[in-house]
């Protein structure tokens, strides 16, 4: 998965790159041009990557982008190291101490972090005296524990529908006493689930649509056009082959299956921890100009999350029949995490 994420280059691994390899590093376009290395016929997978075996060519000299891969760097007025759960190895159970090695990524990226906590910082300090001008901020630990102490409920479609209809009314929301709905608006929660995720899902690039990889390594693409979704498999060589297509109005939100719910609450608890999912919550309320408050921006946006999420599991069980137990359920965050993680939030990914 990690060879699908095209790696910059930094300053001092250019050399060997320049040296031996000069057709096979770019320069990206766009606002934040760098230097990368280049994608099979644009779109595929890293052209260091063998068809077949997936090795990587240049192992030894391979970015600190692809060693620090599942983990992600988020700096905020603080550094926090996030877990990619599309990465299958880490629901393993396998493999060396997390947190050790979390640490000694840290360590090694030492310089591009202070350097970018200064900007980062800066920026989360404009943000909070922004927030504090227009009257909505809040304290990010007590809502971050009215989530902890309702992970369940977020799982549930009448909670969420209330949520959702709270955030929207009430000018400072709170989750105390929020009673499910008995009968939640189901086609309003579904336009809104299904809204959500075409968002990321309509693209005609492949290198931005959001990919899978299933239990058999295959890398699913999913790319919308309107509301048409087609199934592409994206190959070793970087060739898509569609495999299937579906009207996104015909794939109803389906219920979750109690051990999938379980393990939904599960990658909500590792949400409401992530300070990029907070930062993601920050861009919109810098986006919407400081309209909403904070508590109900930040309910709001967690529910739509969980609501993207269970429609991608409707999606993925309706093309690969992996059920809304835990098994699918597992696969629906596999798919979502990575996607989640390269949302706009205030702060930096380095
Ligand atoms: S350099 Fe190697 S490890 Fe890095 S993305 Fe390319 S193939 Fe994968």
């Known amino acids: 998965m990690c060879c699908l994420c095209q790696p910059e280059v930094l300053p001092e691994e250019r050399a060997f790159f320049r040296e031996n390899y000069p057709e096979r590093m770019i320069k990206t376009r766009g606002p934040d041009a760098h230097f990368a290395l280049a994608m099979k016929k644009g779109c595929g997978s890293c052209v260091f990557l063998s068809d077949g075996k997936r090795k990587c060519q240049v192992y ?43 640490k000694d ?35 990010q630990s007590i809502l971050r524990m009215s989530v ?76 919308a056009k309107d509301e048409n979704i087609v199934w592409n498999i994206l190959t070793d060589s970087g060739d898509l082959v569609q495999k299937g297509s579906a009207e996104a ?20 608890r590792i949400l409401n921890g992530r300070d990029s999912f907070m930062g993601s919550v920050f861009s919109l309320i810098d986006y919407n100009d400081y ?10 946006c967690l529910s739509v999350t969980v609501l993207d999420l269970m429609w991608r599991a409707s999606m993925l069980d309706h093309f690969t029949k992996c059920g809304m137990g835990a098994k699918g359920i597992q696969e629906a965050v596999i798919f979502y995490d990575m996607d989640r993680l390269d949302a706009p939030a205030i702060g930096a990914f380095v």
């Open 60 to 102: 030894d000299h391979r970015t600190a982008y692809c060693r620090q891969y599942p983990f992600h760097l988020y700096l905020s007025d603080r550094v926090k190291v996030e877990l990619d759960m599309s990465c299958r190895g880490v629901w393993t159970g396998n493999g060396t101490d997390a947190m050790a090695e979390a």
């Open 105 to 139: 990524i840290v360590a090694k990226a030492d310089r591009r972090i202070v350097s970018t906590l200064r900007e980062s910082r800066a920026v989360y300090s404009q943000f909070y005296a922004n927030c504090k001008e227009a009257g909505i901020l809040s304290d």
């Open 148 to 223: 902890s102490e309702n992970l369940s409920n977020f799982a549930d479609l009448g909670y969420l529908s209330k949520v959702m209809e709270l955030s929207q009314m009430e000018p400072v929301m709170s989750l105390s006493g929020v009673q499910k709905e008995v009968r939640p608006d189901m086609p309003e929660l579904e336009i809104a689930a299904r809204e959500s995720a075409l968002d990321s899902m309509a693209t005609n690039d492949p290198l931005n649509a959001p990919v899978y990889c299933d239990p058999e390594w295959n890398w699913n693409v999913f790319m």
């Open 249 to 268: 109005s015909e794939i109803p939100l389906k219920p979750l299956e109690e051990d999938g719910a379980k393990v939904l609450a599960d990658y909500i």
């Open 291 to 300: 309209e909403d408050d904070m508590a109900n921006a930040y309910y709001g």
